[in-house]
Antibody, heavy 122, light 106 residues
Framework: QVQLQESGPGLVKPSETLSLTCAVSGYSISSGYYWGWIRQPPGKGLEWIGSIYHSGSTYYNPSLKSRVTISVDTSKNQFSLKLSSVTAADTAVYYC???????????????WGQGTLVTVSS | EIVMTQSPATLSVSPGERATLSCRASQSVSSNLAWYQQKPGQAPRLLIYGASTRATGIPARFSGSGSGTEFTLTISSLQSEDFAVYYCQQYNNWPAFGGGTKVEIK
């Protein structure tokens, strides 16, 4: 059974960089699929942030691209998110998920982590 | 950018009744559409992909239809565990989610 678990600070100061890691178990990241990050502000809908392949190939949401970096560590079977210059608008539950891919294009998300709340506040 | 619009925002349904949820895309996404269910405090769960294919373990009372710009998720006979928020997501372009439909007990 594929399992994903997010970890990282729950509180980040404005203008600083948010950093999260997603540990994957039950499946080797190197075996395929894209691996993505999605966020959900409190009481609101879902927003895709970006996704990465085990080779390091990435897709980012154009609206966040200038502030986002996603990386992968296949030796630890995990991938990470960095979001720079955060503001209160970046307060959200951040989910990691396995991103089904077809013909090299990321499709839908079939396994999700439980999510972690990150609050941006001084 | 493809904008996904879901309606209604809230749907009040009695247990055992049918629920019909709509999702509209601002331009054609072919059949590249998925549906998710989210319960309070939980991560979304994949229900449907390819507009009409149920994901593994999803009960047959959930069905999806549509193509192009108009899509429907139907829950044939609502069970107590089905009261939740439902999201559609297109993947014809950069992945984008709709705003969600909350299915509540009438």
């Amino acid at each position: 059974q594929v399992q994903l678990q997010e970890s990282g600070p729950g509180l980040v100061k404005p203008s600083e960089t948010l950093s999260l890691t997603c540990a994957v178990s039950g499946y080797s990241i190197s075996s395929g699929y894209y691996w993505g990050w999605i966020r959900q502000p409190p009481g609101k809908g879902l927003e895709w942030i970006g996704s990465i392949y085990h080779s390091g190939s990435t897709y980012y949401n154009p609206s966040l691209k200038s502030r986002v970096t996603i990386s992968v560590d296949t030796s630890k079977n995990q991938f990470s998110l960095k979001l720079s210059s955060v503001t209160a608008a970046d307060t959200a539950v951040y989910y990691c998920a396995r991103h089904v891919v077809s013909s090299g294009w990321p499709y839908y998300f079939d396994y999700w982590g439980q999510g972690t709340l990150v609050t941006v506040s001084s | 950018e493809i904008v996904m619009t879901q309606s209604p925002a809230t749907l009040s349904v009695s247990p055992g009744e049918r629920a019909t949820l709509s999702c509209r895309a601002s331009q054609s996404v072919s059949s590249n559409l998925a549906w998710y269910q989210q319960k309070p405090g939980q991560a979304p769960r994949l229900l449907i992909y390819g507009a009409s294919t149920r994901a593994t373990g999803i009960p047959a009372r959930f069905s999806g239809s549509g193509s192009g710009t108009e899509f429907t998720l139907t829950i044939s006979s609502l069970q107590s565990e089905d009261f939740a928020v439902y999201y559609c997501q297109q993947y014809n372009n950069w992945p984008a989610f709709g705003g969600g439909t909350k299915v509540e007990i009438k």
